[in-house]
């Protein structure tokens, strides 16, 4: 996920610092809610990682 999330933030900040800005606050909002979802019922750890990395996956391909 780290490999994915440096190369989002590499192609933001291409756009604009703030959108880097932007995207580096979004994933520290992912992982926090990730931490507190952590073992509760319902929660599915895997699908969650899953989904943020293609949604970094797509951001740095634009």
């Known amino acids: 996920m780290n490999?994915?999330?440096?190369?989002?933030?590499?192609?933001?900040?291409?756009?604009?610092h703030r959108?880097?800005?932007a995207l580096t606050r979004q994933q520290r909002e992912f992982i926090e809610k990730r931490n507190a979802s952590y073992g509760r019922p319902g929660y599915d750890l895997r699908q969650a990682m899953?989904?943020?990395?293609?949604?970094?996956?797509?951001?740095?391909k634009q």
């Open 50 to 60: 899953a989904e943020r990395v293609d949604q970094l996956g797509a951001i740095s």
């Open 3 to 16: 490999e994915v999330f440096l190369k989002a933030v590499a192609n933001a900040e291409g756009g604009s």
């Open 19 to 21: 959108a880097a800005l």
